[in-house]
């Protein structure tokens, strides 16, 4: 199976056999692209999509002999994620699809983040409890079976990546924020500022918190600040980072824990650009010693078609192809 992801800021293209065997996985990224405006500017990422999505296809498909002619299946991302860069990542895998007369399937992104956890680990099956930690969403979801996702809790507010792009704008620290703050927390201290943990029953919450950094760092005064208003003390920057990452991590754990132990979870997974967050990782692993933990390798935590290529071998399965002119949807709200 083909697999295409152009929702955000990757143009990502895979091949994987049999839903669970990575062949290929390229990743094109739009980084340095929109890292001048300090974030993802949904035009110039559809353009970037148009003319990285043909080498990225092809240096996928350069894992296979027989190139197109060994391709059995086409899965794309369909949403959620920013309209016109969907567009480009359907229209190409129809297209294709169309062209060869092969099935094709469109998959919901964070269903592909639901299943990187099934694609990285052979002995993980449903149902598993995950938590999906991304630019958009903070979510936990149970996958009940193949197919069958609930999500049992979300955000009232920010996305987790969300609240680390911000944060890394407040103390001036680069985008993406969440490596940025992970780079500049590890030398700092993450008991100097204490930043508020919000608890909210069945819902996760991380404005009050960036509202916390953003008085924190007010409070510095004038002296403390650059004229772009972030601290000048690395030293400080490196002690927000830490405290700011820490608040993070104990609001993700409480949550997904809570949940674990209200549902009887007997697996867990975590999953998403920001379970790249060692603090994260190390925190999960400490916390569940008793049951099964899957941490996807970071590669296949950050965007990527490989994952897509999982949920889509197991959507084509289940549901059988879609017919040609499937629609894209912005606001798509699937987990399987
Ligand atoms: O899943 P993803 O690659 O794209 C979306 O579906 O949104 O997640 C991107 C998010 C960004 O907000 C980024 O700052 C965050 O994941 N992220 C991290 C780390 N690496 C990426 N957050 C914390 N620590 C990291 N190491
Ligand atoms: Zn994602």
Redesign the pocket.
């Known amino acids: 199976m083909l697999a295409v992801e152009t ?2 800021d ?1 143009t990502a293209a895979a091949v994987v056999r049999d839903g669970r065997e990575v062949v290929s996985s390229v990743v094109s990224s739009q980084i340095a692209l929109h890292a001048v405006h300090g974030g993802v500017v949904p035009d110039l990422a559809a353009r970037a999509h148009l003319e990285a999505i043909g080498p990225v296809v092809d240096e996928a498909l350069a894992g296979l002999a027989g190139g197109w002619d060994d391709v059995d299946a086409v899965a794309v991302t369909r949403g959620p ?1 920013l309209a016109g860069c969907l567009l480009v990542g359907a229209l190409y895998a129809q297209s294709a699809a169309v062209a060869r007369g092969l099935p094709m399937v469109g998959v919901s ?1 964070m269903a592909g ?1 639901v299943y990187s956890a099934w694609l990285s680990d052979p002995s993980l099956e449903p149902p598993y409890l995950a938590l999906v ?5 903070s979510d936990v979801v149970a996958l009940r079976d193949h197919g069958d996702a609930v999500r049992l809790v979300s955000t009232r507010d920010d ?4 609240a ?2 911000k944060a ?1 704008r407040l103390l001036g620290l680069g985008y ?4 940025a ?2 780079r500049s927390a590890a030398a700092g201290d993450p008991s100097r500022y204490p930043l508020p943990r919000t608890r909210v029953a069945g819902a996760m919450s991380f404005s009050g918190l960036k509202t916390a950094l953003r008085y924190t760092v007010r409070d510095l005064g004038l002296t403390a600040l650059t004229d772009e208003g972030t601290p000048r003390d690395p030293a400080v920057v490196h002690d927000l980072a830490a405290s700011f ?1 820490l608040a993070v991590v104990d609001q993700l754990l409480h949550s997904l824990a809570t949940t674990a132990d209200r549902v009887h979870a007997t697996r867990i997974a975590v999953v ?3 379970a ?3 603090a ?1 990782r190390a925190a999960v692993q400490q916390h569940f010693t008793g049951l099964p933990v899957t941490l996807p390798p ?1 590669s296949l ?3 990527n078609a490989a994952m897509i290529g999982a949920a889509g071998w197991q959507r084509l399965r289940r549901c059988g192809p879609d017919l040609p002119g499937i629609a894209v949807d912005p606001t798509l709200d699937e987990y399987a």
């Open positions: 929702s955000c990757e994620g992104h983040h930690v991304s630019g958009g969403h996305a987790a990546g969300e680390f792009d890394a993406p924020g969440g490596p703050i992970e990452q998403g650009g920001v790249a967050n060692s994260l970071l935590c950050t965007d």
